[in-house]
């Protein structure tokens, strides 16, 4: 139960992540699953905001553990593969993995508390995390 929530969270955060790095203007071009054909409108509100409260999970994760989700989540390859490029066995990167499912559940959990991440409580926020804009209607 808890690794299909984590994962399936991870899944749409990443499909968000590729989404708004191609600037929102299509499909992404690239991701780690198969996404298949989708209807224009796709994306919610709730989902919006969920994929920002998994990417500042994901920015509070150490970095060890966050070089695993991204290239779990975001790279085309085989598990074999992902090790290598985090310089890794694959069984330390499945331990990692795990580790970092646990630690993205926990941090979900803290946001739904109104707790601050410990990236975010000592004012260090990761350059690269994705910024929602609100646009007055």
Not at 24 to 51: I, N, Q, R, V, Y
Not at 93 to 112: E, I, Q, S, W
Request: glycine share 6%; net charge negative.
């Amino acid at each position: 139960m808890l690794d299909t929530y984590v994962v399936n969270q991870l899944n749409l955060w990443a499909a968000y992540r590729a989404k708004r790095e191609d600037n929102g203007l299509g499909w992404p071009k690239k991701c780690s699953f198969d996404l298949g054909p989708s209807s224009g409108g796709f994306w919610t509100p709730a989902m919006e905001s969920s994929c920002y409260d998994v990417d500042r999970a994901v920015c509070a994760l150490i970095p060890e553990r966050k070089d695993v989700v991204m290239k779990c989540y975001t790279v085309t390859a085989t598990i074999v593969q992902k090790a290598k490029m985090c310089g890794i066995t694959d069984k330390t990167y499945n331990l990692r993995l795990t580790m970092a499912h646990r630690d993205v559940l926990g941090f979900l959990n803290d946001l739904a508390c109104g707790i601050p991440l410990p990236n975010e409580a000592s004012g260090d926020m990761e350059e690269n995390s994705l910024v929602i804009v609100a646009v007055a209607a």
